[in-house]
């Protein structure tokens, strides 16, 4: 039941992903269905993998991001 409403969580936030109109909304909705995902796969009892999209994907990829969007200047 929970795998369920954390996959119905994952769809909804994938798509606020693709039609949020802001730039730095659109990384926190792609942050917060990475960690959905890290929260799936650490149920689904893969905590290898999870560990390693949490570092991954949900640190330095939004870290990574954050520091694009200030160089460039939509985010100060």
Same mark, same amino acid.
Do not use: G, R, W, Y
């Given at each position: 039941m929970v795998?369920?409403?954390?996959?119905?969580l994952l769809v909804i936030f994938s798509i606020f992903v693709v039609v949020s109109?802001? =730039?730095l909304r659109s &990384?926190?909705? /792609?942050?917060?269905?990475?960690?959905? =995902?890290v929260v799936? &796969?650490?149920l /689904?009892?893969?905590?290898?993998v999870a560990i390693t999209m949490a570092?991954?994907?949900t640190g330095?990829?939004?870290i990574l991001f954050l520091?694009?969007?200030?160089?460039v200047g939509l985010f100060k």
């Open positions: 795998e369920e409403i954390l996959l119905i109109k802001k =730039l &990384l926190i909705f /792609l942050a917060s269905s990475t960690l959905i =995902l799936i &796969l650490f /689904l009892q893969a905590p290898d570092v991954v994907s330095a990829t939004t520091a694009v969007l200030k160089k």
